[in-house]
């Protein structure tokens, strides 16, 4: 193998990372059916004592930890094909999902409709997480690049904050809005939730999305240290493109 071959062969880090941010979107597809809610000791002005988020919240904080780390090893250009294929991605998961729930069912199968309500997302909230998908996770690869290319190598954290923290607030209210105002209203599909229930839904997701953008902040820098010292590198190495 020539020393060209062998700089384009993917390290373990890069692959490790790629693998959790699929792995992380693939969950979130999965468990976005499941409305969590979580009750507070105290009452926010719109949500009341009460967050309530999709199951997918968890998993899909995740995906911006992994591209956030990303973007910081191995650059822009890298990230947003990560990005990228990842939206093509959500596609395939979705033909499989509905291909298994279209195929006819054995007697000892699980329930078939239990089966289509666990994992068959409705056509509102597939729309709405797409479109919120695309437009959060490039918004969050191009405002951390554009950070670092100010502050230099230097303050990782605020990139990370930053960018995950505005990130999810455009994630937050396009998938709410779409999946269930507008989709609703102009596709059809789903049922239009009163405005107070929306506004709650957005400020409950993004409340748990900033405190996990915070506390994930020592995460990041320990995965990129590790990285680096195994790989040889310093922050002075990562590309800017």
């Known amino acids: 193998m020539s020393e060209a071959?062998?700089?384009?062969?993917p390290t373990i880090a890069q692959v490790a990372l790629i693998g959790l941010f699929v792995t992380a979107l693939v969950t979130a597809q999965l468990t976005a059916?499941?409305?969590l809610a979580f009750e507070l000791p105290f009452a926010f002005p719109i949500t009341g004592t009460q967050l309530a988020l999709p199951g997918a919240a968890l998993a899909y904080a995740l995906t911006f930890l992994a591209s956030d780390c990303y973007t910081e090893l191995y650059g822009r250009r890298a990230a947003q094909i990560v990005v990228n294929v990842g939206?093509?991605?959500?596609?395939?998961?979705?033909?499989?999902?509905w291909s298994t729930?279209?195929?006819?069912?054995?007697?000892?199968s699980v329930d078939p409709d239990?089966?289509?309500?666990?994992?068959?997302?409705?056509?509102?909230?597939?729309?709405?997480?797409?479109?919120?998908?695309i437009v959060s996770q490039n918004w969050d690869v191009i405002v951390f690049h554009r950070i670092r290319a100010r502050?230099?190598?230097?303050?990782?954290?605020?990139?990370?904050?930053a960018s995950t923290a505005s990130s999810q607030a455009i994630d937050t209210v396009i998938f709410v809005a779409v999946a269930f105002a507008i989709a609703p209203a102009v596709l059809g599909v789903g049922v239009v939730l009163p405005t107070n229930v929306i506004l709650s839904l957005i400020v409950g997701?993004?409340?748990?999305?900033?405190?996990?953008?915070?506390?994930?902040?020592p995460i990041v820098y320990a995965i990129v240290a590790l990285v680096r010292s195994r790989e040889g590198?310093?922050?002075?190495?990562?590309?800017f493109v």
């Open 101 to 108: 729930i279209a195929a006819p069912a054995a007697d000892s």
């Open 151 to 161: 502050t230099g190598a230097e303050m990782l954290w605020l990139r990370n904050i």
């Open 114 to 133: 239990a089966f289509s309500t666990a994992l068959g997302a409705s056509t509102n909230v597939v729309v709405g997480s797409l479109l919120a998908y």
């Open 33 to 35: 059916s499941k409305v």
């Open 87 to 97: 939206f093509v991605l959500n596609f395939v998961v979705l033909a499989l999902v």
């Open 205 to 217: 997701q993004y409340l748990l999305k900033l405190v996990i953008a915070v506390l994930d902040t």
């Open 5 to 9: 071959q062998i700089r384009n062969v």
């Open 233 to 239: 590198l310093t922050a002075e190495d990562a590309p």
